[in-house]
């Protein structure tokens, strides 16, 4: 029950909840309880049951409920395994050919910064153990210094803290789910909100207007399958920006129920060994 509650309705009604895009640190880490809660309960569904029922005067008299969970615990292990290889190999592929790509036809700037000759303006960076960092000429001639500073400090951001690592996760979870329990909005929130977390090291470099401003120029321009790029969600982020960071009380309160949704699934299964 916690598990399909983590896994369905939890992540639904978050989704929903706009206002938490203000602290997107916090966010993230409370979507990463609720998914790892989720995986949890799931995985430790047939070890608690086992556990409870062999302290049973007639343990056989449960063998079926245990089949049962035995199943639902090891399809979800082999499911997770599957995407977690499909969606692994997937992205390696792709960046490895992208990053091939523009070393051929973008002008090799400092380290791994690649200029591309095109007049739109874009930017993006391709991750990995050899990542490279992308922007169009189109970019350098219509932004300014400092809003081509916030663009460089949004991408080298996702790059130091390696959110493609982040995005991967919540995409193996997500793609490990039957189709009908797939929700296309709890993935563009989280990655909304990735986004929104690299959006705070370009507000820290050249403030809030330069990021905005910055946001707003690369506003529809497109990024390559496998990137992560600082048009993706410009719009909302730019409504972000402009409402500015939560409380810090509230951001609090939000860690705070992280460690709560991470401690249920521990207690039941402390309680299911007692």
Do not use: N
């Not at 200029?115 to 993006?124: I, M």
């Not at 130091?160 to 993935?187: G, W």
């Amino acid at each position: 029950m916690l598990a399909a509650l983590l896994a369905v309705p939890v992540p639904w009604l978050m989704a929903r909840q706009r206002v938490f895009r203000r602290s997107p640190r916090a966010a993230l880490a409370v979507w990463q309880a609720v998914t790892v809660g989720a995986l949890a309960s799931g995985l430790g569904a047939a070890p608690a049951a086992l556990a409870v029922v062999l302290r049973d005067e007639r343990p056989m008299a449960h063998l079926g409920t245990l089949s049962v969970l035995g199943a639902g615990s090891g399809l979800l292990l082999a499911r997770l395994i599957v995407s977690g290889h499909r969606v692994g190999r997937h992205l390696r592929v792709l960046r490895r050919r992208h990053r091939e790509l523009v070393d051929i036809i973008a002008r090799h700037a400092d380290g791994r910064l690649r200029v591309l000759a095109h007049p739109a303006p874009t930017a993006y960076c391709v991750p990995g153990l050899s990542p490279r960092l992308v922007i169009s000429d189109g970019t350098l001639s219509r932004l300014t210094h400092d809003e081509i500073a916030a663009v460089l400090a949004h991408e080298r951001s996702h790059l130091r803290a390696r959110h493609d690592l982040l995005m991967e996760f919540f995409t193996v979870v997500h793609e490990a789910l039957p189709q009908r329990l797939r929700r296309t909005e709890v993935m563009a929130e989280v990655r909304l909100l990735i986004e929104a977390l690299a959006d705070g090291a370009a507000v820290k470099e050249v403030g809030r207007m330069s990021t905005a401003r910055a946001l707003l120029a690369l506003s529809g321009s497109a990024t390559p399958e496998a990137a992560l790029g600082a048009a993706t969600t410009a719009s909302p982020r730019i409504e972000v920006l402009a409402a500015g960071p939560l409380p810090r009380v509230v951001s609090a309160l939000m860690y705070g129920y992280a460690a709560a949704l991470l401690a249920v699934p521990v207690a039941v299964a402390a309680w299911s060994v007692r």
